[in-house]
């Protein structure tokens, strides 16, 4: 279990002697050595923060404050490596502390909106589902993107209350749309590692459900491998009475994270969702090819569907039919879509369009 203790240090350094990186990495050195604790071998590593006198501050207290954000610096970094203050850290943690702030106004105000972007099965061109995607309406900033906040969301805690919302709104959608002309729709779901372990993921989503009265088959949770592994015990027996509910579970960004196969077997999971990564060098590099049909071989035999995320072109398409990939989503079929649009494309009943193509290429 990492533990963490902060020790502060004052150099008098003098021409001629060593530097604070110096000092800094013999300190480093002789606390990385293994020692004996009760019959324990232990490590320690140290995380250093420096600012210096009278260039970062002359006074005690804004010296300390310094050392302690490069201290966080060298800690971001990977631990065990050291940092000076430089004034582009205080504009960094002033701007975090600002989008904390702003988020904690938006989670209350209920500023965020969903997208969906369509799933297609590449035998049919059938729409498959929609990927529930978060976007912000920042007042004065236009829609935000999720890879701007959905980290400070997810280190804040505030994921576990805006993760409910998301499953709450979508599966609110499902219910419209099902009492609506579309008829049943499937929706997935991002979740975070945090909704399982600090939130009731497990009561959110039942509770959203029934509120909704739609059958559990129409949702579907995108889990990552980390979040995964996290909790192993607890997230087991959620998501076991999850599935028994109907709830469909996908491994999101397969390939990226522990990849530890066992899990595969242990869980139980639906779907997994080859990375972006793996279909962008599908055309063009022989290894990410190979891995991207290993993956379908792998999934198939487990009886788990695959959906390859990110396809943008009809030659990534047209591979990925040629592996036997049961799903696409990407741009080459849609981006995602604020509500009005994805009405309009269900009701038009749209398909991928590649059989046509598909069969021109060969
Ligand atoms: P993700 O779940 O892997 O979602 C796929 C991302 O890839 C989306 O980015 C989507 O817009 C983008 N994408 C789709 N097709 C293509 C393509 O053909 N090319 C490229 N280059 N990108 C494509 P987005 O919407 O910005 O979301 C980013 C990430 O934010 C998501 O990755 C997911 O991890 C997270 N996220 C989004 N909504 C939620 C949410 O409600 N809860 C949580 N916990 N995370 C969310
Ligand atoms: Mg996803
Ligand atoms: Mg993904």
């Known amino acids: ?112 909106v969903l997208h969906y972007q369509p799933k297609a099965q590449i035998d049919s061109g059938r729409i498959a589902g929609f990927e529930a995607l978060i976007r912000w309406q920042r007042p004065g900033y236009g829609l935000v993107p999720p890879q701007q906040f959905i980290s400070v969301l997810e280190d804040t805690g505030l994921i576990i209350r805006v993760g409910r919302a998301v499953i709450a709104a979508a599966c609110k959608q499902i219910g419209l749309w099902l009492r ?27 509770a959203a459900i029934e509120d909704n009265c739609i059958a559990g088959e129409l949702l579907e949770l995108e889990l990552t491998e980390s979040s995964l592994m996290a909790n192993t015990e607890r997230t087991m027996a959620s998501l076991t009475n999850l599935r028994r509910c109907g709830v469909q579970i996908s491994i999101d960004d397969f390939g990226t994270g522990y990849s530890s196969l066992a899990y595969l077997r242990r869980f139980p999971i639906d779907t997994l969702k080859i990375d972006i990564a793996f279909i962008r060098d599908l055309t063009r590099n022989a290894d990410a090819s190979a891995i991207v049909l290993a993956i379908i071989c792998m999934a198939h035999s487990l009886k788990i569907a695959v959906v390859a995320e990110g396809v943008e072109t009809l030659a990534q398409l047209h591979s990925l039919q040629q592996h036997q990939c049961d799903y696409i989503q990407g741009y080459y079929f849609s981006p995602p879509l604020p509500l009005a649009q994805v009405e309009s494309m269900l009701r038009e009943d749209r398909r991928l369009p590649m059989v046509a193509a598909v069969e021109s290429l060969s």
């Open 180 to 206: 609506s002309d579309i008829g049943p729709v499937r929706v997935s779901v991002n979740v975070s590692g945090r909704q399982f372990i600090e939130g009731d993921l497990e009561g959110d989503t039942l």
């Open 1 to 112: 279990m990492p533990c963490n203790s902060e020790f502060s240090l004052t150099l008098a350094l003098r021409e001629g002697q060593d530097s604070a990186g110096d000092v800094a990495t013999a300190i480093r050195e002789i606390l990385r050595a293994p020692f004996n604790l009760d019959g324990n071998r232990v490590v320690v590593t140290a995380s250093i923060g420096m600012a210096i006198y009278p260039v970062d501050a002359t006074d005690l207290d804004t010296l300390i404050k310094y050392s302690d954000v490069a201290m966080y610096r060298a800690k971001q970094a990977g631990r065990d490596t050291f940092r000076f203050f430089t004034p582009q850290m205080n504009v960094e943690i002033l701007a975090r502390a600002e989008l904390e702030a702003a988020l904690r106004v938006a989670v209350d105000d209920d500023q965020f």
